[in-house]
């Protein structure tokens, strides 16, 4: 899922001002924040996006948020779910019938590496 994450125990939404939002999707933060009426500057960076807060390079973050191990240890915690999200594979019609074999074998390593 997409998630606004910040510091542990601190009010994100608290206090007045301009937000600042690191994330490596700032269509979707911009998007977001825009629902919410709320002014916010948004940071685009590559990499650990959840090391932005802790070097108050931000005030919280926007990324893909899992389990939230990630978050928890650098004393990060969500505070808002975004929107949910799934990977896809399309395949069209004719490359289905020109490489079956190979894309029926790409899926079959997907689903291995998920089930592990």
């Known amino acids: 899922k997409f ?6 125990g601190v009010n994100f939404y608290g206090g007045f001002g301009v937000k600042t939002i690191a994330t490596k999707y700032p269509n979707v933060a911009r ?3 825009e629902a919410k009426g709320m002014d916010v500057e948004i940071v685009k960076i590559e990499g650990s996006v959840e090391l932005a807060p802790l070097l108050d390079l ?8 899992e389990t939230g191990t990630t978050l928890r240890e650098n004393g990060l915690e969500v505070k808002e779910d ?3 999200i799934a990977a896809r594979l399309i ?4 490359s289905m019938k020109m490489r079956q074999q190979e894309i029926e074998a790409l ?10």
């Open 82 to 84: 975004i929107a949910p």
């Open 3 to 8: 998630a606004l994450a910040g510091k542990k």
């Open 58 to 65: 931000s005030d919280g973050i926007v990324d893909i948020v």
């Open 31 to 33: 998007n977001f924040f």
């Open 107 to 116: 899926v079959e390593k997907i689903e291995k590496k998920i089930a592990e």
């Open 91 to 94: 395949v069209n019609t004719v």
